[in-house]
């Protein structure tokens, strides 16, 4: 029987198929600091993100040998050596091909940092537990997305730049863009349009390309970087913020 103390947020999971868990849980299982028990006799002990194991995991097997290993989201990826649990900096490679350089903590990527994927694709940004939450993102097709990343996904709030110049900012969901977004397309014009799952519904122009209300706004008096409530034509109210990428706006539901 499961139980949950929500005042210290620690308890017992047992799973149908037997599988016991010991440690902080929230109403939905296992999230934090915890034990699995397996039928096997195998432990594995670390943090998990709502059920998944997720950084440096202690492994002890059924005869009592210890290992260590970094779990992502439930996956094994690669394991840990004792010598590496010191190092603040360093590059590590994952069994999957992906190489990481930047900050480290306990051997997991935590801070500033750099993933490179077999692909080609590249992760600039905040680490948090391993996993990406911030930062930049580049493309084999010559793509750019700078913005929110939510457990290494494109997540919450941010412009992608394609190849061509068109740019489109707005918010994403496990990258795709949803909801009210603008599109500046590669000769400057901007639209608000409604989006789901990156399809377009629907899609107004607004009469100002970049250089113009970039004008405006610094007739106004403001700099680059600064954020503003401004109104524009046919009395759309945008929330934007000049950037040196030239992604002037931000948008408010």
């Not at 900096?89 to 997991?108: H, M, N, S």
């Not at 694709?121 to 537990?129: H, T």
Request: proline share 4%; charged share 20%.
């Amino acid at each position: 029987m499961n139980s949950y103390n929500s005042e210290n947020s620690y308890g017992t999971w047992i799973y149908d198929n037997g599988i016991q868990y010991y440690g902080q849980v929230c109403e939905t299982g296992p999230h934090g600091t915890g034990k699995y028990l397996m039928l096997n006799g195998e432990i594995y002990e670390g943090n998990s993100i709502l059920g998944s194991l997720n950084g440096c995991v202690k492994y002890t097997s059924p005869n009592g040998e210890e290992s260590l290993y970094h779990f992502e989201l439930g996956k094994r990826v690669r394991q840990i050596f004792a010598e590496d649990l010191a190092k603040k900096y360093g590059q590590i490679t994952y069994w999957d091909g992906r190489q990481y350089c930047g900050d480290l903590q306990k051997a997991i990527p935590e801070g500033d940092g750099m993933m490179k994927y077999p692909d080609g694709s590249r992760c600039y940004g905040s680490f948090q537990e391993g996993l990406c939450q911030s930062g930049m993102g580049k493309f084999p097709d010559g793509s750019e997305y700078h913005g929110d990343f939510y457990i290494s996904k494109i997540h919450g709030d941010g412009a992608w730049t394609s190849a061509d110049g068109t740019i489109l900012r707005g918010k994403w969901n496990e990258g795709l863009l949803n909801g009210k977004a603008l599109r500046i397309s590669p000769d400057g014009q901007i639209y608000l349009g409604d989006y789901k799952d990156c399809c377009l519904i629907d899609e107004k122009p607004i009469i100002m390309n970049y250089e113009e209300a970039l004008a405006k706004a610094h007739s106004e008096g403001f700099k680059d970087g600064d954020s503003l409530p401004y109104t524009f034509y046919n009395n759309l109210i945008l929330f934007y913020k000049l950037y040196v990428t030239q992604v002037p706006f931000m948008i408010d539901d």
